[in-house]
């Protein structure tokens, strides 16, 4: 595509998508919003773009020609890259899908989808994924310890690599140590929107924290209300 992206103060967000209508109505609407835009049209573009112009974000179609956007994304954290990436789906039925696999979206619209949702999507991966001045926060839950200005998480002293996502569901449960969260509330918290957007969500994200997190991880889950991260 154009090979001098636009930039602006909010950064360059990578559009892939192969459906060009589609593509000029998310640019259109991210640009409103003062973000640069790029846009590429296949997989393989697209991860290259994303090595190359190190974007802010990354609005990433699934149903891509050549290699998709679920092979796109695990070959970007196969190599540690953790540009915050939100999948564009075309049926609801996918969604388990792909969450389900471990290879770290941040977060997920369905076709057809509003471009105002999708840009606040944008804006809410971002906002989670940004580091803030101050002092230094350090939480500790048994062997768990998250630097939450440098988003770094340790168990004991080996270091796990997780997902702004990811990094945000843990933080908000250790801010709170042993208090419940139902579904909803971590949705909202977490992700910034209401439960119509399925509490599933959050079930698969769990999942892949602990898995990351492996013996030490300290989320207990409460049967029938929710989450809570315990010491013991």
């Keep these: 595509m154009d090979p001098r992206p636009e930039r602006d103060a909010r950064g360059l967000v990578l559009v892939v998508e192969d459906d060009r209508a589609i593509a ?32 802010v974000a990354v609005v990433l179609d699934v149903g891509l020609p050549g290699m998709d956007g679920v092979e796109v994304c695990r070959t970007l954290r ?26 770290g979206a941040d977060d997920y619209v369905t076709k057809p989808f509003s471009p105002r949702e999708l840009v606040a999507r944008v804006r809410t991966v971002l906002r989670r994924s940004g580091i803030a001045p101050g002092r230094e926060e350090v939480l500790q839950v048994g062997a768990v310890s998250a630097h939450v200005d440098r988003r770094r998480v340790q168990v004991a002293d080996a270091e796990v690599a997780l997902t702004s996502t990811e990094f945000d569901l843990l933080v908000h449960l250790m801010r709170a140590p042993g208090r419940v969260f139902s579904r909803e509330q971590l949705l909202s918290a ?19 924290v602990r898995a990351k997190l492996g013996p030490g991880n300290p989320i207990r889950t409460v049967r029938g209300v929710g989450y809570a991260a315990d010491a013991s």
Excluded: K, N
Aim: aromatic share 8%; no cysteine; proline share 3%.
């Design 24 to 55: 000029d109505l998310v640019g259109l609407y991210l640009r409103r919003e003062g973000f640069g835009v790029q846009v590429e049209s296949d997989g393989a573009s697209g991860l290259a773009a994303v090595r190359r112009l190190r974007p």
């Design 190 to 208: 977490v992700w910034g929107y209401a439960a119509s957007a399925g509490t599933r969500t959050v079930d698969v994200h769990v999942a892949q």
């Design 78 to 103: 196969a190599e540690q890259d953790w540009t915050p990436v939100l999948f564009v789906t075309a049926r609801d039925d996918e969604v388990d899908r792909i969450l389900g696999l471990e290879m």
